[in-house]
């Protein structure tokens, strides 16, 4: 038995909205992480005093996380089947910071068959992060591509006992 999640070409039309199901409160941990990981050395993400010279007065989370955590709040409801073709219109009108708690959504733009993958199409839609206040911290445009449920790959990765 295969236990298949996620949607499928089929299940996408212009103009479907979906919420994020879970939030996710993002802490000092995961920014310093993050940003050490990347090799950002901008320290206004890791450096408390430093980030106190600026305008925002403490640091900010590092915007590829905040972008990172809204699409991934959205997997289950997006892309969960298919694999990322674009990103464009990155928008980051107010700051995320350590502590809040961000949640996302999702507005499809437009579906459209594949032209060189026959079973397959192309989702656009436009994402964005919210923070528990109602604060947008982060809007972006992607693009991926996912299989109708009749060309899907089936996922049985469940191990079997012995």
């Known amino acids: 038995m295969t236990d298949q999640a996620g949607r499928f070409l089929e299940d ?6 979906y919420r994020s199901r879970l939030g996710r409160t993002v802490t000092q941990a995961d920014n310093i992480w993050f940003t050490l990981l990347t090799n950002n050395t ?13 305008e925002f007065k403490k640091p900010l989370v590092n915007s590829g996380l905040t972008m990172a955590i809204v699409a991934g709040l959205m997997v289950a409801d997006t892309s969960e089947n298919g694999f990322a073709l674009g ?6 009108p107010n700051p995320l910071f350590e502590g ?39 809007t972006m445009t992607r ?20």
């Open 100 to 138: 809040d708690t961000l949640y996302a959504d999702t507005e499809v733009l437009e579906v459209r068959e594949s032209r060189s993958r026959p079973g397959w199409g192309i989702v656009k839609m436009r994402q964005r992060g919210i923070t528990a206040d109602g604060t947008i911290v982060l």
């Open 42 to 54: 901008n320290q206004i993400h890791f450096n408390e005093h430093y980030a106190a010279m600026f």
């Open 12 to 17: 996408f039309h212009a103009g479907d909205v």
């Open 87 to 92: 990103l464009d219109e990155l928008v980051l």
């Open 143 to 162: 693009t991926f591509m996912v299989p109708s449920r009749a060309v899907a790959p089936q996922h049985d990765h469940f191990p079997a006992t012995r």
